[in-house]
């Protein structure tokens, strides 16, 4: 069918409030809006203004009242310790209403911040539609990321209590969550009040007596009882989470998503942009730690009705590289939305599909890939194993859903491999030089949103609206600045080349080297580092340290590289994936003293060099490029 992508896509320009007005008329809000959009409040506006509504009512409970109570709301498939349990959107809606209910008991009220710290367990969804129940603001935290990351979160959000597990499961190991939590509430200066932890069998958790409590016990009366609080009636304008994410510094950035604004754009999208129905099954094979998770694992999904998988497990290994197609097969899945990591994960397991060849797909139509640049060998690997399109679209933590895509509920448009195509309706996309001037079609730039940015992105930054203008607004007044470089064909292809910044993207994971150099500098031997992020060809990147030590120091390079990978995964966890820590004697830099990590990422990719005029010292450059060499490390 040919694309209505045009058309929609004026139909927008032309009459924004009126195209958001009527995606909005798919909610169910207690009170409509006074003004679509109410350009004189926050930051840059906002969206839905005078709207009262919940977040959860519309998930969860409007699909039991209207006809899906028997249908799967979450089907719980875990891998990796042999479980699975469906959820219909009745026994959603119990599993909901006792949590609040112990919440509420627990002290928790309408604007009360909760951090949730748990793996992929249905608890972990229950727990984020309790908080939107209560109006209560929630805050997952990624269980990948060590204890002094939680408390840097807790302090920045200070929340009334914790929702945890006793453990979490990688292949091979099971990560006792309890130790962390204890160790990030002794390191915060914000003290959360209580703590419910949910004891799995793989591991116990010790309680704190009169500060934890545990989640089977409370919520299991809860539910016995069939209590419910109900839905507390918000503002559309309300946070309905706060979702750290890396930042240019170690300290994260606190992600406010709303209400109002978020419901109605994310419901827009499983229709319109990933062609679901409401009633088929779709699998975000992602981490609800993520904004992946947050918004296609848990919250669109249940908006629109359909089935979605809560997936506890890795695409390899638990047990072998045909998981995903068992689950696709055995769950009538639709549409898969995972990292282009997992694919490559997958391709390096089983390159010639054999384990594809196991499984009936037939009910699979699309494959979605995000969260890092989708290599088009992929792809058409994908795309030739599977025979369904393999749809590469652009988003960030900051959106909630894609800047760019191909909307094949609209009618695909044709795909370019290494594009993810097109601005969606909501996002005016430009390409500008660092002067603020739009670029020529074809010409690297600045990528920018033109302001107001649409429905579910970000209004700010949790209590911090200066490092929100001074992170995203300043730089281009009237713009949002994404961080991404890129350029834009003549046809409004988007190609997302790179970061304008020193964040990462390892495993579809956002990381600041920032972040790591404030670690790496930590140590007493260190006098000055850099971290740069190099190409991987599973991971896509991975950071490399590089340390020069104080004077006087003699110590085996060996047994620092331990301290050195050993400070970063205790500091910011082993997602950082931090496993390569270079000894050098010089760092090159530009007269003024700043490091030239752009250069040495040239170098470790094994692309054209291209000296600054401004280097201090041209040798050092052979210098790191020897080291890297003699440490086997890029393509150097
Ligand atoms: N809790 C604790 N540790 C975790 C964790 C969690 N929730 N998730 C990951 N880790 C650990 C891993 O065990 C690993 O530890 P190790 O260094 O001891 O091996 C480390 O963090 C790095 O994890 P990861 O980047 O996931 O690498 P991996 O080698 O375990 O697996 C892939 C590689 C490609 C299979 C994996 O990265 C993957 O499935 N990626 C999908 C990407 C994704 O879901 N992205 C989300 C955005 S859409
Ligand atoms: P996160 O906030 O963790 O989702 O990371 C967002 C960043 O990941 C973006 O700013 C991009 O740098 C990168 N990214 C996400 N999706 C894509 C994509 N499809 N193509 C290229 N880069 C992407």
């Not at 005078?50 to 209207?66: E, L, P, S």
């Not at 939305?337 to 060849?357: L, S, Y």
């Not at 652009?394 to 909630?400: D, L, S, V």
């Amino acid at each position: 069918m040919a694309s209505r992508y045009h058309e929609v896509y004026e139909g927008w320009k032309n009459d924004p409030a009126a195209f958001w007005a009527e995606a909005a008329k798919e909610i169910d809000w207690v009170k409509p809006a006074d003004k679509v959009f109410d350009g004189d409040q926050g930051v840059y506006g906002r969206w839905f203004s005078g709207a009262t509504c919940n977040t959860c009512f519309n998930a969860v409970d409007r699909h039991v009242a209207g006809g899906r109570a028997d249908q799967a709301a979450i089907i719980y498939d875990s891998p990796i310790t042999g479980s699975q349990r469906t959820y219909s959107y009745a026994e959603l809606k119990a599993e909901v209403a006792a949590l609040a209910a112990v919440l509420s008991d627990l002290g928790v009220e309408k604007g009360d911040r909760v951090i949730v710290y748990m793996p992929m367990v249905p608890e972990a969804a229950f727990a984020m539609l309790a908080c939107a129940r209560i109006g209560a603001i929630h805050s997952v935290v990624f269980g990948g990321f060590a204890a002094k990351e939680l408390a840097t979160r807790i302090d920045d959000a200070r929340p009334k209590m914790i929702i945890t597990a006793s453990c979490g499961i990688e292949p091979g190991r099971v990560i006792a969550y309890k130790p962390l939590l204890d160790g990030a509430i002794d390191m915060s200066k914000y003290k959360p009040e209580k703590c419910l932890v949910l004891q799995r069998e793989q591991a116990a958790a010790t309680m704190v007596e009169g500060r934890d409590f545990d989640y089977a016990e409370l919520v299991g009366a809860a539910r016995a009882a069939g209590r419910d609080p109900g839905c507390t009636t918000v503002a559309a304008t309300d946070p309905l989470y706060i979702l750290y994410t890396s930042g240019t510094t170690g300290v994260p950035k606190g992600v406010v998503r709303d209400n109002g604004g978020h419901m109605v754009a994310l419901n827009w999208s499983m229709k319109n942009h990933y062609g679901i129905e409401p009633g088929e099954v779709f699998w975000a094979a992602s981490d609800v730690g993520w904004v992946v998770g947050h918004s296609y694992i848990v919250y669109a999904p249940l908006l629109a009705g359909c089935t979605t998988i809560l997936f506890e497990g890795k695409p390899v290994g638990t047990p072998d590289a045909g998981t995903f197609w068992r689950v696709i097969s055995e769950h009538n899945v639709a549409a898969l939305f995972t990292a282009p990591t997992a694919f490559r994960a997958i391709k390096k397991e089983d390159p010639n599909g054999t384990f594809i060849g196991k499984y009936d797909l037939k009910c699979l139509r699309t494959l979605f890939l995000a969260g890092e640049r989708a290599d088009p060998d992929t792809i058409m690997w994908a795309e030739r194993m599977l025979g369904v399109p393999v749809i590469d679209h652009w988003w960030q933590t900051e959106t909630a859903w894609a800047i760019a895509g191909n909307p094949v509920g609209l009618g695909q448009l044709p795909v370019k491999y290494g594009s993810p195509t097109v601005a969606m309706p909501g996002y005016d996309v430009q390409v500008l030089d660092d002067a603020g001037h739009a670029v020529k079609p074809g010409t690297l730039g600045n990528i920018v949103v033109k302001l107001p940015l649409p429905p579910a992105c970000l209004p700010t930054l949790w209590n911090n609206d200066e490092r929100f203008k001074a992170g995203y607004l300043e730089e281009f007044p009237g713009y949002y600045k994404t961080a991404d470089a890129g350029f834009m064909d003549d046809e409004g292809y988007l190609f997302i080349m790179a970061r304008t910044d020193d964040i990462i993207n390892v495993a579809g994971h956002r990381l600041s080297t920032g972040g790591m150099e404030e670690v790496l500098a930590s140590h007493p031997d260190v006098a000055e580092c850099a971290v740069i992020g190099i190409a991987d060809k599973l991971k896509g990147q991975v950071p490399a340290g590089f340390v020069v030590l104080k004077a006087g120091v003699d110590r085996p390079e060996t047994e620092l590289q331990k301290e050195l990978i050993g400070l970063v995964r205790d500091k910011i966890g082993p997602v950082a994936a931090f496993k390569i820590a270079m000894v050098v004697a010089r760092l090159p830099k530009t007269r003024s003293g700043k490091i030239l990590r752009g250069t040495m990422r040239q170098i470790a990719d094994g692309e054209p060099v291209k000296t600054p005029a401004t280097i201090d010292d041209p040798a050092i450059l052979g210098e790191i490029a020897e080291t890297m060499k003699t440490h086997g490390v890029g393509s150097a």
